[in-house]
């Protein structure tokens, strides 16, 4: 099967591991895309869930399991060798306070460093406002993580995943608190702390702030690109799906993406869109066509119906609504010249939530 298929398959199907468990953890809760875990075919490295429902059920498995590699099949039929990256030796490590470095931040893929600043969300805890699909507090709940990283934390678990395992770029994602800056001020002091201790790109990951001019500063204090999410972008799906975050119009969404795009530059500001929660094919792929006019990457992203929360029932998206999806959006990509690559830091670089960076090959 060709890798691109694969992979949209693996991701939107799962993995199904049972008692298994090589490679470095999954990630079980937490912000953004969840209980997966990172596993790598032919040299791509891409994030499969194997906590779910879905993956459960999945056809796909690994025999002849080692601690780092495996043979993929599908049913009894195998498919080629799989490997798992390896525990950083970061994780080893932990802070003088006796906090574990990994409960500060996470190796995404292979070497992405990821955190999320603020663990807790204004918009999680009553169901009128939260987020359907989102677990950030989970984590938290089940001790595998710490409500605030402090600026200091932060950079010297930085500084020790660069020297000790190479890692090449860092993602800071918020819970969103309730200040009008949406997290900038927190992120920025978190990255002027970072970069005083080590030469590290940073994405950061919040909604739209109520002033623009928190562009600036994040800027200044070395964030290298910036995420904000529309995750969905039908109000009616907005609506239903994160009812809180809809009463942020699509229109403010796209002030500020103008606005970031002048700050950070042409395709350094992304945005996530989670294809299969309602949005059809042709509302996807006509938002990313908008937002690359606006220099906005649109990184489409197959949701993941992750454990305990309120769409743990809800289905992935087939792979063949995804496999569209990406043919669409890539072509889109490649007209304009926008790759991931060339993004500084952040998911959209990374690329391993999605399958989307394999179809701008
Ligand atoms: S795309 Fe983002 S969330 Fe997914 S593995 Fe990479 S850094 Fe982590």
Excluded at 208 to 222: H, L
Aim: net charge negative.
């Amino acid at each position: 099967m060709e890798q691109q298929r694969l992979i949209t398959e693996l991701q939107t199907r799962g993995l199904h591991l049972g008692e298994v468990t090589p490679g470095v953890a999954g990630r079980q809760g937490g912000a953004g895309p969840s209980d997966h875990k990172a596993i790598t075919l032919d040299g791509t490295t891409v994030m499969v869930p194997i906590y779910t429902g879905t993956a459960s059920q999945s056809p796909y498995g690994v025999k002849n399991c080692g601690l780092d590699q495996g043979e993929l099949t599908y049913g009894r039929q195998p498919l080629g060798s799989v490997s798992f990256p390896r525990p950083p030796q970061f994780y080893s490590l932990t802070t003088a306070d006796g906090i574990p470095y990994w409960k500060i931040a996470l190796l995404h893929s292979h070497d992405v460093l990821a955190t999320t600043v603020q663990q807790t969300c204004m918009r999680y805890r009553d169901e009128s406002t939260a987020c359907q699909f989102c677990a950030i507090e989970k984590s938290l709940a089940s001790d595998r993580t710490i409500a605030r990283k402090t600026p200091d934390q932060l950079a010297e678990v930085a500084a020790a995943a660069v020297r000790l395992d190479g890692v090449k770029h860092m993602v800071m994602t918020t819970g969103t608190p309730h200040t009008s800056d949406r997290g900038a001020a927190y992120l920025s002091d978190c990255a002027r702390a970072i970069k005083g201790r080590v030469s590290l790109p940073i994405q950061a990951q919040c909604e739209p702030p109520d002033d623009f001019v928190w562009f600036q500063r994040m800027k200044a204090a070395g964030i290298d690109s910036l995420g904000m999410h529309l995750e969905a972008v039908d109000d009616a799906v907005r609506a239903r799906i994160m009812p809180g975050k809809a009463e942020v119009p699509v229109s403010y969404y796209f002030e500020a993406f103008a606005a970031a795009v002048q700050v950070f530059g042409w395709g350094q500001v992304s945005t996530y869109l989670l294809a299969g929660l309602g949005d059809s094919l042709e509302t996807l792929v006509a938002t990313s066509d908008r937002l690359i006019r606006l220099g906005v990457y649109p990184f489409v992203v197959p949701f993941v119906p992750i454990t305990d929360t309120p769409l743990a029932q809800h289905p992935a998206p087939s792979t063949e609504f995804m496999f569209a999806l990406y043919q669409q959006v890539s072509d889109l990509l490649q007209g304009a010249g926008m790759t991931s690559e060339r993004i500084k830091a952040g998911c959209a670089k990374c690329g391993a939530c999605s399958a989307l960076s394999t179809f701008e090959r």
